[in-house]
């Protein structure tokens, strides 16, 4: 990630020589072995990976400590160098391939790659030359997206990390030709790119969103588990978020008829049906939650009320 190193104008790698876009966890590599072992955790894995031996960059550790810090529900990660808009997951299944590397929430992604690039000002216009000067990245053929991994396979990047250690969702934006654009270009970038930012900003408001509560004492629920089935599907996508510590929660669906499962410890799961239109762009659908406490936590709740 360029925009995060101090020393960006010495070139793509921090002081050190190391690329920054390449330092994260590699929660990639973690999520493919969960998913051949047959292991049901899809989310949240900076929690189990371990990675004792391996030493961060300084500017790695400081962003990653600020993503995790807050409750960020979308972003993109800007580079240059060509002119597309990227989505998980980056790194591919099998090594050292160029394979479609598709995501639980690929339908999202698609979406919001697809909004960016068609509100740029040349990302997805046909008439635009491939930066490469050949036909194998004509990205606005196909409409100016790409699949990370289908392009090359990366590991270690910002993008993925905040996918599979946090409740945000994040793509890549690339949005020049030039590597290091020249200074005098930056108005031109702002006017190709002001509109599809603006709306990609507007994007934070899809889906639902919602705060989980006690039923009895109607406090917040931290860490309640929010899953997500789509009704024409037979399993959840297997990408839960959580709930905050002030119980809210956010997440980003595309339109359609969704059932919205939520548990936490201590209390008995529930379940909503939603219908989900995305006809606001000031604010997501609004679900909440009340969970009743499990038996054993009522008689120690009464016990503590005296009642």
Same mark, same amino acid.
């Given at each position: 990630?360029?925009?995060?190193? =101090?020393? !960006?104008?010495?070139? &793509?790698?921090?002081?050190?020589?190391?690329?920054?876009?390449?330092?994260?966890?590699?929660?990639?590599?973690?999520? $493919?072995?969960?998913?051949? @072992?047959?292991?049901?955790?899809?989310?949240?894995?900076? #929690?189990?990976?371990?990675?004792?031996?391996?030493?961060?960059?300084?500017? /790695? =550790?400081? /962003?990653?400590?600020?993503?995790?810090?807050?409750?960020? +529900?979308?972003?993109?990660?800007? @580079?240059?160098?060509?002119?597309?808009?990227?989505?998980?997951?980056?790194?591919?299944? *099998?090594?050292?391939?160029?394979?479609?590397? *598709?995501?639980?929430?690929?339908?999202?992604?698609?979406?919001?790659?697809?909004?960016?690039?068609?509100?740029?000002?040349?990302?997805?216009?046909?008439? @635009?030359?491939?930066?490469?000067?050949?036909?194998?990245?004509?990205?606005?053929?196909?409409?100016?997206?790409?699949?990370?991994?289908? !392009? $090359?396979? %990366?590991?270690?990047?910002?993008?993925?990390?905040?996918?599979?250690?946090?409740?945000?969702?994040?793509?890549?934006?690339?949005?020049?030709?030039?590597?290091?654009?020249?200074?005098?270009?930056?108005?031109?970038? !702002?006017?190709?790119?002001? #509109?599809?930012?603006?709306?990609?900003? &507007?994007?934070?408001? *899809?889906?639902?969103?919602?705060? +989980?509560?006690?039923?009895?004492?109607?406090?917040?629920?931290?860490?309640?588990?929010?899953? /997500?089935?789509?009704?024409?599907?037979?399993?959840?996508?297997? @990408?839960?978020?959580?709930?905050?510590?002030?119980?809210?929660?956010? &997440?980003?669906?595309?339109?359609? $008829?969704?059932?919205?499962?939520?548990?936490?410890?201590? $209390?008995?799961?529930?379940?909503?049906? /939603?219908?989900?239109?995305?006809?606001?762009?000031?604010?997501?659908?609004? %679900?909440?939650?009340?969970?009743?406490? #499990?038996?054993?936590? %009522?008689?120690?709740?009464?016990?503590?009320?005296?009642?």
């Amino acid at each position: 990630m360029e925009s995060n190193a =101090r020393d !960006w104008f010495t070139g &793509r790698s921090n002081a050190n020589g190391v690329d920054l876009n390449r330092d994260f966890p590699d929660l990639d590599g973690f999520y $493919y072995y969960l998913e051949r @072992h047959n292991i049901p955790r899809f989310d949240h894995l900076l #929690e189990l990976f371990g990675d004792e031996g391996k030493e961060y960059q300084p500017e /790695v =550790r400081a /962003v990653g400590k600020w993503i995790l810090s807050l409750p960020f +529900v979308l972003s993109a990660n800007m @580079h240059e160098g060509d002119l597309v808009a990227n989505y998980p997951f980056d790194s591919a299944r *099998i090594p050292n391939s160029n394979e479609y590397s *598709i995501s639980p929430d690929d339908e999202t992604f698609r979406y919001l790659a697809e909004s960016y690039a068609s509100k740029h000002a040349q990302m997805a216009k046909n008439d @635009h030359p491939p930066c490469d000067g050949t036909v194998t990245d004509a990205f606005a053929r196909q409409g100016g997206i790409t699949n990370g991994a289908k !392009w $090359y396979s %990366v590991s270690g990047g910002m993008q993925d990390f905040n996918y599979l250690a946090t409740n945000a969702f994040e793509i890549t934006l690339e949005l020049s030709c030039e590597k290091f654009p020249d200074s005098t270009l930056l108005p031109k970038f !702002w006017g190709d790119n002001k #509109e599809a930012l603006i709306d990609f900003i &507007r994007k934070a408001h *899809i889906g639902i969103k919602g705060i +989980v509560t006690d039923k009895i004492t109607g406090q917040p629920i931290p860490e309640a588990i929010i899953w /997500v089935k789509n009704s024409t599907e037979i399993t959840p996508i297997k @990408h839960p978020v959580t709930s905050w510590k002030t119980g809210e929660y956010f &997440r980003l669906l595309t339109p359609g $008829y969704y059932e919205i499962y939520v548990t936490a410890d201590g $209390y008995q799961s529930t379940f909503k049906q /939603v219908n989900v239109t995305n006809g606001s762009q000031t604010s997501a659908k609004i %679900v909440n939650f009340a969970l009743m406490p #499990e038996q054993s936590k %009522v008689e120690k709740l009464k016990f503590k009320l005296n009642l």
